[in-house]
Nanobody, 126 residues
Framework: VQLQASGGGAVQAGGSLRLSCAAS????????MGWFRQAPGKEREFVAS????????SSADSVKGRFTISHDAAKTTVFLQMDSLKPEDTAVYYC????????????????????WGQGTLVTVSS
């Protein structure tokens, strides 16, 4: 499975961006897809994820109420709507996916994902 991420860019604080991640396999309708990010000089961290085919979602406390993850099953694409962006959201955002269906508490772990896309850069200026 190949993942194609897009939608990054530069925006001012308070603005919005929408990231997209498309899975190459049309049969990828079950499992989990999510987003992680890595800021300069920091370790990669979990942002949000969604289990495909059921409503289970997980998101980091730092983005709750501002970021929304959703899934378009017909396009095997996951979206990350990012609103009220802050300078600390500046990072390279990575899409991840797996055919397994982890429990909610495991959806934030990198080990729950076998497939990773290339990163897309999000820059938020103050």
């Amino acid at each position: 499975v190949q993942l194609q991420a897009s939608g990054g860019g530069a925006v001012q604080a308070g603005g919005s961006l929408r990231l997209s991640c498309a899975a190459s396999a049309r049969t990828f309708t079950r499992g989990v897809m999510g987003w992680f990010r890595q800021a300069p000089g920091k370790e990669r961290e979990f942002v949000a994820s969604i289990r495909l085919g059921d409503p289970a979602k997980s998101s980091a406390d730092s983005v709750k109420g501002r970021f929304t993850i959703s899934h378009d099953a017909a396009k095997t694409t996951v979206f990350l709507q990012m609103d009220s962006l802050k300078p600390e959201d500046t990072a390279v955002y990575y899409c991840a996916a797996d055919r397994r269906r982890p429990i909610v508490s495991a959806m934030s772990l990198e080990t729950s994902y076998d497939y990773w896309g290339q990163g897309t850069l999000v820059t938020v200026s103050s």
